[in-house]
């Protein structure tokens, strides 16, 4: 299987229309690979709070339709990062959109774990309830966004849920960069499933971007990443190793806690 994750750069200087056609065109490039991936909430910035009301969307926004059709020229699967997502009957939401190889939306997530604390996307948005696994043809795909990573329970929600493979979009900084190779790492190894963290390059509202974005397989060991700028990061990986890795060392099966169902003889 071939992924394509898309480290795009924020540049404060373009119009939001702008970075879409940027982003369409980068993802139509990666023609050929199963999965491409985009960051956290690229259309405007995941520090640029004050973006969010004036950027908000429907879910079937332009957004929505600049990625649909950039997937189906593409023929790849597609999880288009996050938008900040208006509800008309509540609050702003930041959601994640998946499409299929022919455009048809498969999946949206509403990100469960909002970052700021007492400001900031904590406040001026709604948090998701539902965990989201996506099932492609060699793998299931386990949705997760950025501050999320910080929560290892979210990730035993999604292996039970089924899912081998576990994709974070993620807008994360660059003074916090060594917790996010980590918290990935650490996600792979304590899953044993593939993780594919995709995040943006360049400066949020002053807040410079960590970029390195990772892919991480089921021991742990990392099969690329990238530096601190825009980058397309390309990797091909057998998604037939998770069930390997999880026979070889069925950890998973001794779990004690948590969200598994009981046994039942």
Known sequence: MRASVIQIAVNEDESVEARRRRAAGMVREQAGADLVVLPELWTTGAFAYEEFG????????????????????AGVWLHAGSIPERDPDGPLYNTSLVFSPSGDLAAAYRKIHRFGFDKGEAVLMGAGTELVTVRL???????????????P?????????GAETLVVSAGWPERRRSHWTLLAQAR????????????????????P?????????????????????????????????????????????????????????
């Open 209 to 265: 971007q960590a970029g390195h974005s990772i892919v991480v397989d089921p021991w742990g060991e990392v099969l690329a990443q990238a530096g601190a700028g825009e980058e397309v990061l390309t990797v091909d990986f057998d998604p037939g190793k998770v069930a390997a890795t999880r026979e070889q060392f069925p950890a998973l099966k001794d779990r004690m806690l948590g969200l598994r169902p009981p046994h039942r003889p």
């Open 54 to 73: 004036r950027e908000a969307e429907p879910l079937e926004g332009p957004t929505y339709e600049a990625m649909a059709k950039a997937a189906s020229d």
């Open 153 to 161: 329970e979210l990730y035993r929600g999604l292996v039970d849920a």
């Open 188 to 207: 792979a190894v304590e899953n044993q499933s593939f993780l594919l963290a995709c995040a943006t390059a360049g400066t949020h509202a002053g807040v």
């Open 137 to 151: 043809p060699a793998t299931t795909l386990g949705l997760s966004t950025c501050y999320d990573l910080r929560f």
